[in-house]
């Protein structure tokens, strides 16, 4: 199931949620310049800069939490990340105001990190990405907008369709498929198996339904034309 689009609408620029694509857009584009292998002139590497920048359980340290989150593994990760954003961060955008949905966005990026270090404490593998942030925004979308309908694209075996289906179906579904993916992640090693840092997704996702509880709402109003 892919989201296209929410029916939620929204009243103010979602100035912030664009200049977070743009910045892990740009990010992502930097990381394609490094070279894969140690080669004349350049100094850093991707794996190198991955290692360095990313989140790593087993060497841990704090500027961690907030430097992976800007980094992706590729172009699905990265426009996935993105889209998923996009959907859903215009209307927390437009619900907190600008300033406070970025410090709600990096927040839950934080806290999303704890979580994956605390369950894989001792992995030496990097993680990287902003879904953990984003599933913070997830979050607070099924907190604020439970009854908004998402257009979602649907694969039935060779049949391709849209259909619309309630904001609470779609990310409850999502939060416990990350649940019991990561549950079976660690019933087999500590390390979150395919690439996913689940319990980020979980951590992430549970901190943004308690953040936007907290962080005051500003009034919505239309825009007048």
Not at 84 to 107: C, K, N, P, S, V
Not at 168 to 188: E, K, N, R, T
Request: proline share 5%.
């Amino acid at each position: 199931m892919i989201p296209l689009r929410s029916s939620e609408r929204t009243y103010s620029p979602a100035t912030v949620t664009l200049t977070l694509i743009a910045v892990n857009m740009a990010v992502f584009l930097f990381e394609l310049t490094l070279p894969d292998t140690p080669s004349y002139g350049a100094r850093v590497t991707l794996n190198s800069f991955i290692a360095h920048y990313g989140i790593v359980p087993d060497r841990f340290h704090a500027p961690m939490l907030l430097t992976s989150m800007f980094l992706h593994g590729g172009w699905m990760h990265v426009l996935g990340n993105m889209w998923f954003l996009w959907i859903f961060g215009r209307a927390i955008e437009d619900l907190l105001g600008h300033f406070r949905f970025l410090f709600f966005y990096l927040a839950c990026g934080i806290l999303a990190g704890i979580a994956h270090v605390y369950t894989n404490y001792y992995s030496p593998v990097p993680t990287i990405g902003a879904s953990g942030a984003i599933a913070g925004v997830m979050g607070a979308y099924l907190i604020t907008f439970p009854t908004s309908r998402i257009v979602t694209l649907i694969f039935i075996f060779f049949f391709i369709t849209t259909v619309d289906i309630p904001a609470a179906f779609l990310l409850i579904y999502w939060f416990l498929l990350q649940v019991f993916s990561g549950v079976g992640s660690v019933g087999d090693s500590q390390i979150s198996h395919g690439d996913v840092a689940w319990f980020a997704h979980v951590g992430g996702f549970l901190a943004g339904m308690a953040l936007v509880k907290i962080i005051p709402h500003r009034q919505r109003f239309p825009r007048w034309y």
